[in-house]
C-alpha cells in the first residue's frame, strides 16, 4: 500500500473536495496508514461468506405508489443560500 | 449540584407528578446549572434559555396529562438530530445555519411525552470522531477533569448529564459514541438495536450503523427514555415493526441475577487495556457473580477484525451520505464560486473539517473502481463472520460483558495527530454496531490511577434491551455511587 498524492488529488476531486498540496500530503500519508491497517482484513478467507451490507432483519416495507404532499415549498426553501422564492438558485452550469 | 439537578431522572419525575416542584422550576434549576458549568465544559452549542421556560410554563399552564411520562423533565439533545425551529448544525460549519422545520420522530415522541427540550449538544462533526474535539465550534470538557475529553461523538451529551445541566440527553451511536462518552464521564449509555428507535430527523453518517439512544444517571432512567422514543416509525424503513416494550415497567421485577449467563470475551481483556480499567471491570464481574450471575467464558474469534471493517464500511456510507452536501439546497455555499463544480468544490472544502475530509476522502477511496471487491465488499463478508462471533456466544450466554474502552478519558490534543491510533480506541464498541446489536455502558468507579470513570459495556442479543436494562438495573446498585464530578464545583 502506497498512497501517493497525485492519487488522494485524484480521490479528492471524486469526493468535490479541493486540497492545497500541503493537506494532500498529510492525508496521503493519513490514508496510506489507515488502508495499510486495513489489509488485516486478507488474512481471512471469505469466499464463500455472503457479505452483510445491513443488519435490518425484517422484510423492506412497501408504500403505495401515491403522491401526496409532505411539506410546503416554502418550508424547504427555507434554508437555500439562494432561491427566488420558487427554485433554487445555483451559478450558470453552461 | 443542587438538591434538584443530582437527582436522577424518575426521581425528579415522581416529584415533578406528586407537584412537589414544577416543570417551571426543575427547568430554571437546569437553566442556573448551565449557567454555573458551561463557561468551564462548553457542552452546549445551541441554547436559548427563554424558549426553555416558555416550554416549561406551558406545561404547567397545561397540566400532566397521562400520556406525558416525562414531563416536566429538561433534556438535551444531540445536534445531529432536527429539532424544529432550533439550529441542527452538526457541529459543522457547512451547516452553521441550517434550521429544520420539522423535529425528528425521537423529538416528536419526547415532546409528546412533555419533556422539556434544553438546547443541543456539541458533538464530534457529523459524529466523526472519538472526543469531541473535531467540533467546529468549540472542544467540549470532561467535568471530571476539564484537562481531560469527555469522549465522542456524543461527548456534549455525556458531560451535560454529567454536570448535571439535565436529566438525560440523547446521543447518537455509529461505532460507540454514545457508549465511550459515558464511559468517560460516569453516565449510563444505551445504544439500542439498529431499527428499535427511528433514524428520521437524524443526520446520517454511517446509515447502517447510527442508532440513537439515551445518556442519563442510571439505567432505570435509560428504561424511562427509551420507552419513549422506542416505536415503529414507517418513515424510517429500517425501523423495526415489531412492539417495544414499556421498558420502565420490567425493571421492577428484577432483583437479582439469578439465572443471568454472563459471556466475557478473552478477546476483551487482552494487551493494550490499561490495569485500573480491567480491574474496575472484573470488580463489576465479581459482583454481578455475587449477585447470582453465572460467568462463562467464551470467544470472539474476529474481534481483532473489527476495527477495519468498521471504518471501510463507515467511511464508505459517509463519503455517500455526504455527498448531500453540496450547497445548492441548505448549508454553506461558497458565494464566490462562478459555477457549479466550483461550487461544489469550493463550499464543501470550506464547510467541511479535517476529519470529515478525511473520511469522504477514504470512503470514496474504497468505493471506487478497482478498489470496491477489495475494500468494501471484503468488509461486508467480514461483518458477517463478526456477527456471527455474536451469534455463537449468545448460544453460551445471555450477556456479554467488558470494558467499553481500553483505557479512561485521554488528555485534550493527546490523540489529534494520529488518527489511526484515536480509531484503534473503538475497539470493543464498534463490532456490535456492525452486527446491529444492543450495548449499554454502566459506570463501574473510578480508575485507581486516573481517577476516572471507568464503564462496563454489557451486550445483549438483538432486541434484548429489557433484560439488559433489567441486569445493569440489578448491577448498578452494587456499584460505587458516582458524586459529583471532580472538575466542577
Known amino acids: ?19 492545497d498540496d500541503d493537506k494532500l500530503a498529510l492525508f496521503a500519508g493519513q490514508m496510506d496508514d489507515i488502508l495499510g491497517h486495513m489489509a488485516v482484513l486478507n488474512e481471512l478467507d471469505t469466499e464463500n461468506v455472503d457479505p452483510l451490507y445491513s443488519p435490518v432483519a425484517h422484510s423492506t416495507p412497501y408504500r403505495k405508489d401515491e403522491a401526496f404532499k409532505t411539506t410546503e415549498r416554502s418550508d424547504v426553501l427555507a434554508n437555500a443560500p439562494e432561491d427566488d422564492g420558487q427554485f ?5 452550469i453552461v | 449540584m443542587s438538591d434538584l439537578t443530582s437527582l436522577t431522572l424518575t426521581q425528579v419525575r415522581d416529584k415533578l407528578a406528586a407537584k412537589d416542584v414544577s416543570a417551571t422550576e426543575t427547568t430554571t434549576t437546569c437553566i442556573d446549572r448551565i449557567a454555573a458549568t458551561e463557561p468551564s465544559i462548553k457542552a452546549l452549542l445551541h441554547y436559548d434559555p427563554q424558549n426553555a421556560l416558555d416550554q416549561a410554563k406551558a406545561l404547567d399552564a397545561a397540566g400532566r396529562k397521562p400520556e406525558q411520562t416525562l414531563f416536566g423533565v429538561p433534556l438535551v439533545i444531540k445536534d445531529a438530530i432536527c429539532v424544529k425551529d432550533a439550529p441542527t448544525t452538526c457541529a459543522s460549519k457547512i451547516l452553521e445555519r441550517f434550521v429544520p422545520f420539522y423535529d425528528a420522530f425521537v423529538i416528536e415522541r419526547l415532546k409528546s411525552r412533555g419533556a422539556v427540550i434544553l438546547g443541543k449538544a456539541n458533538m464530534d462533526e457529523f459524529a466523526m470522531g472519538s472526543s469531541t474535539e473535531n467540533s467546529a465550534f468549540a472542544v467540549t470538557r470532561n467535568p471530571w477533569d476539564l484537562e481531560r475529553v469527555p469522549g465522542g461523538s456524543s461527548g456534549g451529551s455525556a458531560a451535560s448529564v454529567a454536570a448535571g445541566q439535565c436529566f438525560a440527553a ?4 455509529t461505532g460507540g459514541s454514545i457508549r465511550q462518552p459515558a464511559s468517560f464521564c460516569g453516565v449510563v449509555g444505551l445504544k439500542p438495536t439498529y ?14 450503523l447510527d442508532q440513537i439512544g439515551p445518556l442519563t444517571r442510571t439505567p432505570a432512567d435509560a428504561a424511562a427514555v427509551l420507552t419513549a422514543i422506542a416505536g415503529h416509525d414507517p418513515r424510517d424503513s429500517t425501523c423495526s415493526p415489531s ?41 463489576a464481574i465479581d459482583s454481578a457473580a455475587e449477585l447470582g450471575a453465572e460467568i462463562v467464558p467464551v470467544s470472539m474469534p474476529h474481534t481483532k477484525y473489527a476495527v477495519a471493517t468498521y471504518y471501510v464500511l463507515a467511511m464508505a456510507e459517509a463519503s455517500s451520505n455526504l455527498a448531500r452536501f453540496d450547497g445548492v439546497r441548505y448549508g454553506y455555499r461558497d458565494p464566490n464560486a462562478e459555477e457549479l463544480i466550483d461550487m461544489y468544490e469550493t463550499s464543501r472544502t470550506t464547510g467541511f473539517g479535517d476529519e470529515v475530509k478525511r473520511r469522504i476522502m477514504l470512503g470514496t477511496y474504497v468505493l471506487s473502481a478497482g478498489y470496491y471487491d477489495a475494500y468494501y465488499r471484503k468488509a461486508a463478508r467480514v461483518r458477517r463472520l463478526i456477527r456471527q462471533d455474536y451469534l455463537d456466544a449468545f448460544e453460551r450466554c445471555d450477556i456479554l460483558v467488558g470494558p467499553v474502552s481500553p483505557f479512561t478519558a485521554f488528555k485534550v490534543d493527546e490523540k489529534t495527530a494520529d488518527p489511526l491510533q484515536m480509531y484503534l480506541s473503538d475497539i470493543f464498541t464498534l463490532s456490535l454496531n456492525l452486527a ?33 436494562l433489567c441486569s445493569a438495573h440489578v448491577l448498578a446498585k452494587a456499584m460505587p455511587t458516582m458524586t459529583n464530578p471532580s472538575g466542577l464545583v
Do not use: H
Not at chain 2, 195 to 208: E, N, P
Not at chain 2, 438 to 467: D, H, K, N, R
Open chain 2, 195 to 208: 431499527g428499535r428507535v427511528s433514524r428520521y430527523g437524524l443526520v446520517a453518517y454511517g446509515s447502517s
Open chain 2, 170 to 173: 440523547l446521543g447518537t451511536d
Open chain 1, 88 to 92: 433554487f438558485i445555483v451559478p450558470r
Open chain 1, 1 to 19: 500500500m502506497n498512497i501517493s498524492k497525485d492519487e488522494a488529488a485524484k480521490v479528492a476531486k471524486l469526493a468535490r473536495l479541493r486540497l
Open chain 2, 243 to 283: 412492539e417495544s416494550s414499556d421498558y420502565e415497567s420490567e425493571l421492577a421485577k428484577a432483583t437479582d441475577l439469578k439465572g443471568v449467563r454472563l459471556g466475557v470475551p478473552e478477546e476483551y481483556w487482552g494487551e493494550g487495556v490499561d490495569d485500573e480499567v480491567r480491574s474496575a471491570c472484573q470488580s
Open chain 2, 436 to 468: 446491529g446489536l444492543p450495548g449499554l455502558s454502566l459506570p463501574v468507579g473510578l480508575g485507581s490511577v486516573s481517577s476516572m470513570p471507568i464503564g462496563l459495556q454489557m451486550i445483549g442479543p438483538a432486541f434484548s434491551e429489557s433484560s439488559l
